[in-house]
Every structure is written in C-alpha cells, then in structure tokens.
C-alpha cells in the first residue's frame, strides 16, 4: 500500500513538472503600454499560425479581465480572424482537464497585464503552469505584455522594495537587498524582465536586479516595444528601446548598504537588433 501511494506521489509530481529540453517556442515579451497593429502582426508572424490554430489569452493578472480580453480581441480580429479564447483560471477550476488540455495545443498564448503577483497566484504549481510550458516547448508563441512580460522570469521583479515602505515605481536608492523577487512562470531561467522601462525610469530597479543576480542578464522593456526570444537570441521589435544590463564587475557594497561596482555591460537597441540573453 505504502509502494502504491508513493508511486502516485512521483506520478503526480512528473505531471506537474515542466518538459525538459530545450523549447522549440518563441517568447514574444512585450513592455506594456500601447499596442500598435504592427507590433501585434509581428507577434503573429512570430506565432507561425496554421489554419487550424488558435490563441488562448490568459487575463488573470488584470482587475478587468473581460475588458482586457475584449480590447485585445478586437485588435487581433482585424488582423487575423481565428479562434481566440479567453481562459480566466481565476474563476474556473485549474484542473479541468478540457481548458488544460487546450491550453497546452495552443499556438500563440497571450498573458494579458496588471498585477504579475496577482497571475502567480493564479497559476503557480498547478496544471496551469505546467501546460503553459508543454505548449512552449512543442513549439507554441508565449507572449505578454506589462505584468505578462514580468512573469516570464524565474526570478521575477514584484514591484516592492524590501528596504522602503513607502511604493514607487522606481526605486529611489541603490541599496543591497532592497528589490523584491518571487517566483514567476520560468520561461527564461536566468534572464530578469523589466517593463514600462524608459516611460517609468526604473534604471535603479534594474540595476538593483542585476546586483543581486549578477550573473543572469537584465533587460528593461520600454512601453509599445518588445523582445522576441528565441534560444539565447532577442530581437527587438516596436517604437522604443530596450536596456540589457550584465556582468557588474568588481560587485560589493558599503557598510551602510550601499551597492557599487566598477563597470557592467551597458546597450540601448532598437526594432530589427539582435541581442544576447540567458533563456
């Protein structure tokens, strides 16, 4: 009997694992603010979509999830008019087996914006997150914007500074062990998303990031602007910029706390450059 619950244990734990292997999908990371149709016909050109495919938003990270989906809907019904389905696990049941079944054949799965804290809740260690994976590595287009760029982190940025009380947008201070990380969807391991980045100044955030994991890559997304992933390879896609911060050299801090270091990697890169990540 004991052999028997322990084999459904490991059973039940391989389920709910994440494939292995390198994913032959693409991530579509976009920095939240305004959507342009063309950047929206470049994450569908990325998606490859055949006829019988489909997309599937995911809006729980929003306080108006209907009207999140509606709004996006609309704009992809104009460019491409196929099956879109809005899966709200924040009021169905995550372990309906039809709604996990279909998310992981989805071609192109789009995680809408708003709190990423609130889609972690959502979805962590359950059939969720695991489909949202076995979709990615057969092939499928994860894309997101603002919150949804967020969460494509292991490591992913909260927005709360551990060392004031008081929330900004950006951080006011460099000081160690001052940013905030929990546990995001895992798609890129050992690259950190920073979003809304040149709009809201968040250079402090990102270089708190890169402190505190100095080996991973930071990217900083501006609004109406994204990376699209590809292996260890991004292409910058839409209207602005994208920051990539790396390898802090000669790292420390003072007896107060301050951070310091004596150089780090530094690019600003716009629509059609490549750049280096970690995935």
Known sequence: MKKLFLMTCLVSLSLMAPAQGKPEGKLFIIGGGDRSDALM???????SLKANDYIIVL????????????????QLKKLDNRAIRNFNFNKHD?????WIDSLAGAKLIYILGGDQNR?????????VYTAIHKAYQNGATIAGTSAGAAVMSKYMITGKQLLDTVYKE????????????????????NTIIDQHFLKRNRYNRLISALAAHPNMVCIGIDESTAIVVHG??????????????????????T???????????FG????????DIKP
């Open 41 to 47: 016909q470049e994450m569908l050109n990325t998606a």
């Open 59 to 74: 809006p729980m990270a929003s306080e108006v999830p209907d009207v999140g989906f509606g709004t996006l809907s609309t």
């Open 94 to 98: 995550v372990n309906d087996k039809n």
């Open 119 to 127: 889609f972690m809740k959502s979805v962590l260690n359950t059939p």
């Open 170 to 189: 950006t951080f006011n201070k460099l000081w160690d062990k001052n940013i905030e990380f929990a546990e995001g969807m895992g798609l890129l391991q």
């Open 232 to 253: 260890n390879k991004a292409t910058i896609a839409g209207e602005s910029q994208v920051v990539r911060l790396a390898n802090p050299k000669s790292l420390t801090k």
């Open 255 to 265: 007896g107060k706390g301050l951070l310091k270091f004596k150089q780090a990697d």
């Open 268 to 275: 600003i890169f716009t629509a059609g450059d490549v750049i």
